[in-house]
């Protein structure tokens, strides 16, 4: 669960083309899952969300899937366009109650026209 | 509707200055959360309150740092004295307790410590 900045992982894709960003966490016990957009110079927005008995979940052109057995959370990004260029973080609840989250290092995601 | 709202937008101070940031959660919200994000550490949790209550601050830094939260509509991160290793971007979010766990994010604050 610790996060490291030193160097992002960077994923480039064509606009129109899907694009999966993926995330392993560090906790087998943690219940809730949440994958934040973030533009320079903003602060993170929510994407999508999924809680552990489920191991997928649509929204709009996103969706989330879940491996438990392997800890790995993706996200799926349909049609990327120019605004889906963004750094994207995945991040978990700490179990037992208590409400922190701990985010993932996150993926600069680049789209090319 | 508004959302998280957090002020100044932009700090730059001396060393040894103090400096209190701002935050005001979305409505209805009881719970908020301060972070620190750098490119070193990324998003880190500072601390968090609950009903206006501090529940966890073991990520603040050291004693140089605290938080109020004296309403439902109101907190502060105070740093004194400020160093330049305090340099990165605060940002405050905001959830409602019992409801989703899902947190929402201000614009952020970015210090600059020289």
């Known amino acids: 669960g610790e996060s490291v900045g030193l160097h992002l992982p960077t994923l480039s894709v064509q606009e129109g083309d899907n694009s999966i960003i993926n995330c392993a966490y560090s906790?087998?016990?943690?219940?809730?899952f949440i994958w934040y957009k973030q533009e320079s110079g903003k602060g993170p927005q929510f994407i999508i969300d999924?809680?552990?008995?489920?191991d997928k979940r649509q929204g709009q052109r996103v969706t989330v899937l879940l491996n438990k057995t392997v800890k790995h959370l993706s996200l799926q990004i349909a049609a990327t366009q120019p605004g889906d260029s963004a750094v994207y973080f995945c991040?978990?609840?700490?179990?037992?109650?208590?409400?922190?989250?701990?985010f993932g290092q996150g993926t600069r995601l680049t789209i090319n026209p | 509707d508004a959302g998280v709202i957090q002020s100044p937008r932009h700090e730059v101070t001396e060393m040894g200055q103090e400096v209190t940031l701002r935050c005001k959660p979305i409505?209805?919200?009881?719970?908020l959360f301060w972070y620190r994000q750098t490119m070193m550490r990324g998003l880190e949790l500072l601390i968090y309150?609950?009903?206006?209550?501090?529940?966890?601050d073991s990520g603040m830094p050291e004693d140089r740092f605290s938080a109020k939260m004296p309403n439902a509509s109101f907190s502060t991160l105070k740093i004194q004295p400020s160093e330049p290793r305090d340099s990165a971007v605060y940002f405050c979010a905001s959830s409602l307790l019992r409801g989703t766990d899902t947190q929402y994010f201000g614009p952020g604050t970015r210090l600059t410590v020289l």
């Open positions: 906790n087998s016990a943690s219940d809730y």
């Open positions: 409505s209805g919200h009881n719970s």
């Open positions: 991040a978990e609840k700490i179990p037992l109650g208590a409400q922190k989250l701990v």
């Open positions: 309150f609950n009903n206006n209550v501090p529940i966890d």
């Open positions: 999924i809680r552990s008995n489920m």
